[in-house]
């Protein structure tokens, strides 16, 4: 980075991405996701950066919806673009959708103009949005799950689509009171606070704290790369823990899922009140100083904005993770897209300071702008 960056030129320069590169950019993530997912788990070595990179589209989905709500909210082309990341998200193992739908509130909440009633319509209209899929998709989802031990439905994203419109309609004939009871478990799923609990009872109680073994296993899982420690022992299940400290067999990976504690949990497992706060609060410095070292290193700023509202809100925004998926997924976020967007930068930042015209005696890039220079 030393090398290859110049300073920061004076003149500002336009977007990182015309409007071509960024929707076939998009359109290109959108076609390979599938296919860089299935190579991620035959390459187990590479398999959390392959992932990583999948993440780039919803980089690129948020610098199209940012800039289609500036300077005025475009909502007929959001509205259609979030419908099919929505329609595509049901398409996976696990809840898509969400990730879309987060990335278009914050997009709407940044345009957000209180004095505009459509502006609360719009954010009214999505809220209403994510509680109805997320009804639906705590009602169809074991039917569905299922149906991903046959390899050639897994492989098949026409197919998947298929099930998912056929398993919701059949949801929306479902009476109120089915309707009612799926609601009921999608607000226990997000009020996860009952393993939790159990914990807090069973610890120390009948099991003693952990003194940090817990916390230490993540860590020196994070920094022993398998790419470097090829023979470094799988994680253990999420679920397994929870068993342990609660006594209460969960489903796990007999079940091809886990169920996590999540880190704040843990942390008490490992060291009791007060101290289960300071790795929290240590984590949150970590994140913060992330952030402020990467807002300082990218000088586009649409770069930038794309890679840290997707990188940091997906590191940090699942209370339920384990102390060892945290610290993994922001690492690897901080490593296989912020290491690419910065070079990504800098090549646009070479490639913008030769474009600009400059004097003969002047120099091609001058001291970063001050406040008060003229």
């Known amino acids: 980075m030393t090398v290859i960056r110049p300073p920061r030129p004076t003149a500002q320069a336009g977007p990182a991405l015309g409007w071509g590169a960024l929707v076939a950019a998009y359109l290109a993530s959108v076609a390979m996701t599938g296919t860089i997912q299935e190579f991620a788990w035959e390459l187990p070595v590479l398999t959390q950066g392959i992932l990583a990179l999948t993440y780039i589209r919803f980089a690129l989905l948020f610098l199209i919806f ?25 398409t996976g193992y696990f809840a898509g959708f969400r990730e879309p739908m987060m990335m278009a509130a914050m997009v709407l909440t940044g345009a957000f103009d209180r004095r505009k009633v459509t502006h609360w319509v719009v954010l009214g209209a999505l809220g209403i949005a994510m509680l109805f ?53 999608f607000v226990d799923r997000l009020w996860a606070v009952y393993y939790p609990a159990l914990a807090l009872d069973r610890v120390p109680a009948v099991t003693p704290h952990e003194d940090g073994e817990i916390l230490w296993a993540a860590v020196v899982h994070v920094l022993t790369p398998r790419l470097l420690f090829p023979d470094k022992p799988p994680v253990e299940s999420d679920s397994e823990k929870v068993r342990r400290y609660t006594g209460i067999w969960v489903a796990g990976t007999e079940e091809n899922t886990s ?53 940091f809100w997906l590191s940090a925004y699942l209370f339920e993770r384990s102390w060892a998926t945290m610290l993994g997924v922001a690492v690897g976020f901080m490593v296989y897209l912020g290491v690419p967007t910065v070079l990504l930068d800098r090549f646009l930042l070479v490639r913008f300071g030769k474009d600009q015209p400059r004097a003969d005696n002047e120099l091609m890039f001058d001291t970063p702008f001050k406040p008060g220079q003229v």
């Open 66 to 90: 940012r800039r289609l709500s500036q300077p005025r909210i475009r909502l007929s082309w959001i509205a259609l673009l979030l419908a099919g990341e929505i329609a595509l998200g049901f």
């Open 133 to 185: 899929t997320g009804v639906i998709w705590m009602g169809i989802r074991s039917e569905y799950r299922r149906d991903f031990e046959d390899q050639v439905f897994a492989r098949s994203r026409e197919a998947r689509l298929d099930r998912i419109s056929a398993l919701s309609s059949k949801w929306l004939d479902h009476s109120p009171g089915e309707m009612l009871s799926d609601f009921d478990a």
């Open 259 to 311: 169920i996590a504690f999540g880190y704040a949990a843990e942390s008490y497992i490992d060291f009791g009140i007060p101290w289960m706060f300071l790795p929290v609060f240590c984590f949150g410095l970590f994140i913060g100083a992330m952030y402020a070292l990467f807002r300082s290193i990218i000088w586009h700023r649409e770069l930038f904005v794309a890679f840290g509202t997707v990188a």
